[in-house]
C-alpha cells in the first residue's frame, strides 16, 4: 500500500516546486523528503503518510492518503511560517495533478494546518495534513 502515498508525495512536491508563489518564500530546493529539524530555513519537509481504505469498493482499490508537510522558518514569531502556510494552501487550491503508477487522483486538498511554536524558541514551525482521495485504475 505505500505505493499510493508515493505517487501522492510526486505530485504535491511537483505542485509545490512549480509554484512560484511559493518557491519566492522557499526555494525548490528547500523543498524536500528528509528528516528532522532542517539545517537550511525556510524549508518544507515533504514526509510521513498514512493510507486508509475507503471501503468505498468490495476490491479496495480507493484509499484515502493523508501526507504530512512540515513547513520550517528561522524566527521566534509564527509569522514568516503562516505566509508559507498561506501559499501552499493556494498552490493546492483545486488541484488534480495526474499519479503514475496505475493510480488515479479523485480529490486532493489540505485537511489541516496547524501553526506551533518550535521548543527552541528559534523557528517557527507548520503542519500541513493534505488529504487525497486515491483510486486503483
Do not use: C
Request: aromatic residues 6%.
Amino acid at each position: 500500500m505505500t505505493d499510493q502515498a508515493y505517487q501522492v508525495q510526486k505530485a504535491v512536491h511537483a505542485l509545490l516546486i512549480g509554484t512560484g508563489a511559493l518557491t519566492d518564500l522557499v526555494p525548490a530546493e528547500s523543498i524536500a523528503d528528509f528528516g528532522g529539524v532542517p539545517t537550511v530555513f525556510p524549508s518544507i519537509i515533504v514526509g510521513e503518510a498514512q493510507i486508509v481504505d475507503e471501503g468505498q469498493q468490495i476490491d479496495r482499490s480507493v484509499m484515502r492518503v493523508y501526507l504530512t508537510l512540515h513547513l520550517w522558518t528561522k524566527e521566534a514569531a509564527l509569522n514568516a511560517v503562516k505566509k508559507i502556510g498561506g501559499a501552499v494552501r493556494t498552490a493546492m487550491h483545486g488541484q488534480r495533478p495526474p499519479l503514475g503508477g496505475g493510480f488515479q487522483l479523485g480529490d486532493l486538498g489540505i485537511e489541516s494546518v496547524r501553526y506551533v511554536r518550535d521548543p527552541s524558541g528559534e523557528n517557527g514551525h507548520g503542519v500541513v495534513t493534505i488529504n487525497a482521495l486515491v483510486s486503483e485504475t
